[in-house]
C-alpha cells in the first residue's frame, strides 16, 4: 500500500506560478515512477507529467516550456512547478504513484488548481 499527500493547489491569476507537492509513504519500491495528471469539469483525467527514479521525465505537449516536474527520491517526493498558467490550466491536480515492474498504481485525492483573474 502507498499513500500520497498532495498539497500546494490554489487560486492564481493568469500568468501565475503555482508549485505541488506529493509525498509518497508505504510500501515504495525502488522501480517506480510518480506523475501529476489533472481533471477538468466534464472531461477526462489527462496526463500532465511523469518522471521516474532515475529523472526520465515525460510531458504533456499541453505544458511542454511551462511545467517542470522533479523528485527528491530520499524524500519520496514529487513537485510540479507550474509557470505561466493559463485558464485551461484550472483542474483538480492528482498525484499518481506506479510500479513498473507490477500493475500497482495509486492515486492521492487531488488537490484543486485555479487560474483565473
Known amino acids: 500500500q502507498v499513500r500520497l499527500a498532495e498539497s500546494g493547489g490554489g487560486l492564481v491569476q493568469p500568468g501565475g506560478s503555482l508549485r505541488l507537492s506529493c509525498a509518497a509513504s508505504?510500501?515504495?519500491?525502488?522501480?517506480?515512477?510518480m506523475g501529476w495528471y489533472r481533471q477538468a469539469p466534464g472531461k477526462q483525467r489527462e496526463l500532465v507529467a511523469t518522471?521516474?527514479?532515475?529523472?526520465?521525465?515525460n510531458y504533456a505537449d499541453s505544458v511542454k516550456g511551462r511545467f517542470t516536474i522533479s523528485r527528491e527520491n530520499a524524500k519520496a517526493t514529487v513537485y510540479l512547478q507550474m509557470n505561466s498558467l493559463k485558464p485551461e490550466d484550472t483542474a483538480v491536480y492528482y498525484c499518481?504513484?506506479?510500479?513498473?515492474?507490477?500493475?500497482?498504481?495509486?492515486w492521492g485525492q487531488g488537490t484543486q488548481v485555479t487560474v483565473s483573474s
Open positions: 508505504g510500501s515504495i519500491f525502488m522501480n517506480n515512477y
Open positions: 499518481k504513484w506506479g510500479s513498473l515492474l507490477t500493475p500497482n498504481e495509486y
Open positions: 518522471i521516474t527514479r532515475g529523472g526520465t521525465t
